[in-house]
């Protein structure tokens, strides 16, 4: 009788026992699952990114070993963010590229990504074409044309955003394209060291005076002079 009553007490304990361990088995498998799910299938939705394709920061949010570092440069800051259970949301804060040539992407004059990395919105950063073969010398014109843009970029922000080109071409003239008008800044004889800052700054205040004065747009412009090579006289030549 008391065999029978030990029986019957030891089955619930077992039933018990194998309830509980089956129970942390399932809550460990389903933890495991949703980890997981959380480094490679969550569905992450980006917020932030011009330049920088969404798949690839997708990439990089979810540590997929497919991404490329390379983009690593164009990228200030990225955070991620819980969303609903399927969704978390990247917010990316880029470093903005300032110019391409014939083969990079430039962040800065001497940082730069090669331009066969895809990127979108290439075409809305200004192309820079200089006849110099001396690497060297090509670095140091970088260096300044960067100042250039940054001045412009401070001068007149409307003309900034319109920058589509900046040349500097076998007859020594430095140019630049805005908005299709043509501008011959400065003729550099022998090197871009030359160029300083404020007389920059000097030329882009007289332009935007220039274009008050004369109560034009750039778009209505076909070429301006601002070499200044004697009295300082702007020359220019309306679009017909």
């Not at 073969?133 to 007149?156: C, G, R, V, W």
């Not at 005076?209 to 109560?215: D, Q, R």
């Not at 209505?220 to 090579?229: G, M, V």
Request: with cysteine; glycine share 2%; charged share 30%.
């Amino acid at each position: 009788m008391f065999k029978k009553l030990a029986n019957n007490s030891i089955r619930p304990l077992v039933y018990l026992t194998l309830f509980i361990v089956a129970f942390f088995l399932v809550k460990d498998f389903m933890l495991y699952s949703k980890k997981q799910r959380n480094n490679n299938e969550f569905d992450f939705i980006v917020f932030g990114n011009k330049f920088i394709p969404t798949e690839t920061i997708k990439l990089k949010a979810s540590n997929n070993n497919n991404y490329d570092n390379t983009y690593d440069l164009l990228i200030n800051d990225l955070k991620i963010i819980s969303g609903s259970e399927n969704q978390k949301i990247v917010i990316v804060e880029e470093k903005i590229p300032i110019f391409f040539d014939h083969e990079n992407i430039y962040i800065s004059h001497n940082q730069y990504i090669d331009k066969n990395k895809y990127l979108n919105n290439i075409d809305q950063l200004p192309y820079i074409s200089l006849e110099i073969k001396d690497e060297l010398k090509y670095n140091t014109a970088l260096k300044k044309i960067e100042m250039i843009i940054d001045e412009l970029n401070s001068s007149n922000n409307k003309f900034y955003e319109a920058l589509e080109l900046i040349e500097y071409d076998e007859n020594k003239f430095l140019k630049l394209k805005i908005n299709s008008c043509a501008i011959k800044l400065i003729k550099i004889d022998k090197n871009f060291t030359s160029i300083m800052r404020k007389d920059i700054k000097e030329k882009f205040n007289s332009l935007e005076f220039f274009m008050n004065i004369e109560n034009k747009e750039i778009a209505e412009i076909s070429e301006i002079d601002l070499r200044w090579n004697n009295e300082g006289y702007i020359i220019w030549e309306d679009k017909f």
